[in-house]
C-alpha cells in the first residue's frame, strides 16, 4: 500500500530578515527585486497563532524547480522537490553545455538569495562587459554588434554572465538542500482535491500539498497529465557543441559571437578558465547519426570554408568533446495550469537556444510566481484554514505570457532567419561566372536590426517592468 507522507517544517534559520512588504531594500546598489515579507517566524508563534505553513510541491529538480525551491526555502514554505535522476540532470548540463545568464535574471538570484547569487557570478564568467552580436560565418565580418552593458549599468543590475550548467546546478542544489530535494523520485500523476494536491512518484509512494508547480522539461509529466501528450516541434535543426582548452586572441575584447550560414550557424563564447564553448547548428533531419569519420570531421565538412575563427575552435576539439542534440521547441498555449496546479520553465514554454533566454525565461518565472504565492501566504492559514492559492498562480500565468510569448516568438524568428540566410549572389555563368558580390537585402537588413535589436536587448534586460 503506498504511503501517504506530509511536508515537515523547513529550517527557519535560513531565512534572511527583510523589511516589511512593500519596501524594496538595495543589495549591494542593485534595486532588491522581490518585496518580502517581514522578519522570521518561529515554530513555536505559527503553532500559538494556529497557521500552518504553505505546502509547495515541485515536479523538476533542473534550474527553475531548484530556483523556485529555493526562494520558497527562504519564506519558511514547506517545500519539497521530486527530481527523477539528478545525475540526468547533471549529464543533461554536460551534454548542452553553458548557460548565458542575462542581466535580468541574475538580478532575480540576487534578490532571492544575495549569497547564492554571488556564488554563481563568481563561478561564471562575465560576458556582457565584451562585444557581442552577428558575424557573417564564411568572412568573419561584424553584421551588428549587441551593447549588454550600457542597459545594465543604467539599471544597476549585474552583468550578463555564462556558467557551466552542472556549476550552477551544484551551487542550486547544496543552497536547496537534502531535506528538500528528493533524487529518485519521478512524478508521475497528481490528484486535485477541494483543499490540497496529491502527487505519486514512480516507486508509488503519496504526498500532499497545497499546490504543485510542474518544473519538469520539455518532456514534463505534468503537462501531460494536464493537457494531454502532445508531440514537440522539431525544429529543422540539430546541434553539435564543443568544448575546448583553447584561448583565441581576441578573449578579451570578445564575449560570445554567433557566426550566421545558410542555413547553419555557429556560436562561439568564452566560458573563462581558458576554455571556450561552441555550438554548430546544422539544418537536418532529426536523429541523424552514425557518421564513420566522426563528428569533428562531419563539422569540418560543413563549416571548412567558413572563417578561420570558426574552424579553429572545431580543429582544437577533441572528438570525444564534441556532443549532438536535437533542437526542439513547443507552442505557446494561454492556459498554463488548471486548479492547484501550473507549469514553468521549459515544461509550459521551451524556446530554440538562439537567444539563449530558456534558463532566463524560467528563472523570472520563479520570481513571477513567489511574489504571487507570498501575497496570499501574508494573509492566509490562519485559524489553520488553507490559503486561496488558486488565484495567485492564475495571476502568475497571466503575468508572464506575454513577455514569454514574446521571446519564444523571438527565438522561432531568428532560427527561420539563419534557414534563409544568403548573404552573396552567386554567378554560375555567364562573364561574371564565379564572381560573388554581397545580396543588397543584407544591407537592409543589417539596418534593420542595428535600429531594433538595441530596443529589445534593452527590453530583455530590463525584465519588462518586474522591478
Known amino acids: 500500500?503506498?504511503?501517504?507522507?506530509?511536508?515537515?517544517?523547513?529550517?527557519?534559520?535560513?531565512?534572511?530578515?527583510?523589511?516589511?512588504?512593500?519596501?524594496?531594500?538595495?543589495?549591494?546598489?542593485?534595486?532588491?527585486?522581490?518585496?518580502?515579507?517581514?522578519?522570521?517566524?518561529?515554530?513555536?508563534?505559527?503553532?500559538?497563532?494556529?497557521?500552518?505553513?504553505?505546502?509547495?510541491?515541485?515536479?523538476?529538480?533542473?534550474?527553475?524547480?531548484?530556483?523556485?525551491?529555493?526562494?520558497?526555502?527562504?519564506?519558511?514554505?514547506?517545500?519539497?522537490?521530486?527530481?527523477?535522476?539528478?545525475?540526468?540532470?547533471?549529464?543533461?548540463?554536460?551534454?548542452?553545455?553553458?548557460?548565458?545568464?542575462?542581466?535580468?535574471?541574475?538580478?532575480?538570484?540576487?534578490?532571492?538569495?544575495?549569497?547564492?547569487?554571488?556564488?554563481?557570478?563568481?563561478?561564471?564568467?562575465?560576458?556582457?562587459?565584451?562585444?557581442?552580436?552577428?558575424?557573417?560565418?564564411?568572412?568573419?565580418?561584424?553584421?551588428?554588434?549587441?551593447?549588454?552593458?550600457?542597459?545594465?549599468?543604467?539599471?544597476?543590475?549585474?552583468?550578463?554572465?555564462?556558467?557551466?550548467?552542472?556549476?550552477?546546478?551544484?551551487?542550486?542544489?547544496?543552497?536547496?538542500?537534502?531535506?528538500?530535494?528528493?533524487?529518485?523520485?519521478?512524478?508521475?500523476?497528481?490528484?486535485?482535491?477541494?483543499?490540497?494536491?496529491?502527487?505519486?512518484?514512480?516507486?508509488?509512494?503519496?504526498?500532499?500539498?497545497?499546490?504543485?508547480?510542474?518544473?519538469?522539461?520539455?518532456?514534463?509529466?505534468?503537462?501531460?497529465?494536464?493537457?494531454?501528450?502532445?508531440?514537440?516541434?522539431?525544429?529543422?535543426?540539430?546541434?553539435?557543441?564543443?568544448?575546448?582548452?583553447?584561448?583565441p586572441h581576441y578573449i578579451d575584447t570578445i564575449g560570445y559571437r554567433v557566426f550566421l550560414g545558410f542555413n547553419q550557424y555557429f556560436v562561439a563564447s568564452d566560458v573563462g578558465n581558458g576554455k571556450m564553448q561552441w555550438y554548430a547548428f546544422h539544418g537536418e533531419p532529426p536523429s541523424c547519426t552514425g557518421f564513420p569519420e566522426g563528428k569533428k570531421e562531419r563539422l569540418l565538412g560543413l563549416f571548412g570554408k567558413w572563417c578561420s575563427e570558426v574552424t579553429t575552435l572545431i580543429s582544437e576539439t577533441p572528438e570525444q568533446m564534441i556532443l549532438q542534440r536535437d533542437i526542439y521547441d513547443r507552442d505557446i498555449i494561454n492556459t498554463w495550469g488548471h486548479g492547484r496546479v501550473t507549469l514553468l520553465g521549459d515544461a509550459i514554454h521551451p524556446m530554440q537556444p538562439n537567444l539563449g533566454q530558456g534558463g532566463c525565461m524560467a528563472i523570472e518565472d520563479c520570481y513571477q510566481l513567489i511574489l504571487e504565492l507570498d501575497k496570499v501566504a501574508k494573509h492566509c492559514f490562519d485559524d489553520g484554514k488553507p490559503c486561496e492559492v488558486v488565484s495567485a498562480l492564475r495571476r502568475y500565468e497571466k503575468k508572464r505570457i506575454s513577455r514569454v510569448k514574446i521571446v519564444h516568438t523571438a527565438s522561432r524568428m531568428a532560427s527561420k532567419v539563419v534557414a534563409n540566410y544568403k548573404p552573396y549572389i552567386e554567378f554560375k555563368s555567364g562573364p561574371l561566372s564565379n564572381v560573388v558580390v554581397t545580396h543588397p537585402g543584407i544591407h537592409v537588413a543589417r539596418a534593420v536590426l542595428q535600429l531594433i535589436f538595441p530596443h529589445f536587448i534593452d527590453w530583455m534586460i530590463g525584465g519588462h517592468g518586474l522591478w
Not at 519596501?23 to 518585496?35: A, E, Q, Y
Open 1 to 247: 500500500m503506498a504511503s501517504v507522507q506530509s511536508f515537515s517544517s523547513c529550517d527557519l534559520s535560513c531565512m534572511r530578515t527583510r523589511e516589511p512588504w512593500g519596501k524594496p531594500r538595495r543589495i549591494r546598489g542593485r534595486r532588491c527585486l522581490i518585496r518580502c515579507q517581514s522578519g522570521k517566524i518561529s515554530d513555536s508563534e505559527e503553532e500559538k497563532h494556529g497557521k500552518v505553513k504553505l505546502r509547495v510541491l515541485i515536479a523538476g529538480g533542473g534550474i527553475g524547480g531548484l530556483v523556485l525551491a529555493l526562494a520558497a526555502k527562504q519564506r519558511g514554505y514547506d517545500v519539497k522537490v521530486f527530481e527523477k535522476d539528478l545525475s540526468a540532470v547533471r549529464g543533461e548540463g554536460m551534454h548542452r553545455g553553458p548557460i548565458q545568464l542575462l542581466s535580468s535574471a541574475l538580478a532575480v538570484l540576487e534578490a532571492i538569495d544575495e549569497k547564492v547569487a554571488k556564488q554563481i557570478i563568481e563561478a561564471g564568467c562575465v560576458t556582457g562587459n565584451r562585444t557581442n552580436g552577428i558575424a557573417d560565418g564564411l568572412t568573419g565580418e561584424w553584421f551588428t554588434k549587441f551593447d549588454l552593458l550600457t542597459p545594465a549599468l543604467k539599471k544597476g543590475l549585474p552583468l550578463t554572465t555564462v556558467i557551466y550548467r552542472m556549476t550552477l546546478q551544484d551551487i542550486l542544489v547544496n543552497a536547496v538542500g537534502p531535506n528538500i530535494l528528493r533524487n529518485k523520485s519521478k512524478v508521475v500523476d497528481f490528484m486535485q482535491e477541494p483543499n490540497k494536491v496529491r502527487v505519486v512518484l514512480e516507486n508509488g509512494q503519496h504526498f500532499d500539498g497545497d499546490i504543485l508547480i510542474g518544473a519538469d522539461g520539455i518532456w514534463s509529466e505534468v503537462r501531460s497529465k494536464l493537457f494531454g501528450k502532445q508531440e514537440a516541434s522539431y525544429s529543422g535543426f540539430t546541434c553539435y557543441s564543443g568544448l575546448t582548452s583553447y584561448v
